[in-house]
């Protein structure tokens, strides 16, 4: 990540905190599963006053709660459910409070993961199966860009060209949400493509998610983290 970049994205989260008087409180949830490190470098970067821990009381109280994940579908879910993160995360939700999982961590708010012919309940904060990837090549490990929708709030200031960093085998295909309520947006999709076209990204409401790692991507995921920052 250049330093020019970085600084420019600190200044603006800072500028977002500094106008409601603090910056705002992040809590990376620690439940065993994921970078817990580099997610808290990049989001103290990126002007959030950020905490690692699995507290109960921390992680319900915090503006935004970001749940990692890497590994297996399974082994996350028992962990998250283990560390009671399956109830922070619906309470939190219940509430309109702002969550952000990424990689593993998306994928488990799905209704369920497909690993080797095995399924596994997600936290079913969103129908759909996460699958295996349809592609000769797998894991999809790399740089890739991303189509984001035109009034994306995640990506905003995020050109087409950008790429972001993904290490995954398995994703979520052919999706869409429709709302029963008319009054209701649907969400907000963003797709990458390996071999086939798969969810990269969801805006829906309190609850947003990338499939790649934006904390591993460079200067554009420090713009995104600064984004998701700004709406807390």
Known sequence: MSTTGSASAS????????????????????????????????LARAGADVEITGDFDA???ADGLLV?????????????????????????????????GICVGMQILFERGIEHGVETEGLDEWPGAVEPLKADIVPHMGWNTVAAPADSELFKGLGPDERYYFVHSYAVHDWTL????????????????????????????ALWATQFHPEKSGDAGAQLLTNWIGTL
């Open 11 to 42: 200044g603006s989260a800072s500028a977002t905190g500094s106008a409601s008087g603090r910056s705002k409180k992040v809590v990376v949830f620690d439940y065993g599963f994921g970078n817990v490190r580099s997610a808290e470098r990049a």
């Open 59 to 61: 992680a319900m109280n």
């Open 68 to 100: 990692p994940g890497v590994g297996a579908f399974a082994a996350c879910m028992r962990g998250l459910k283990d560390a009671r993160g399956d109830w922070i995360v619906g309470r939190r939700l219940s509430g309109g409070r702002p969550v952000l």
């Open 178 to 205: 429709q709302t029963a309520n008319p009054a209701l947006r649907a969400p907000k999709v963003t797709w990458s493509t390996h071999g086939a076209p798969f969810v990269a990204a969801v805006e829906n409401g």
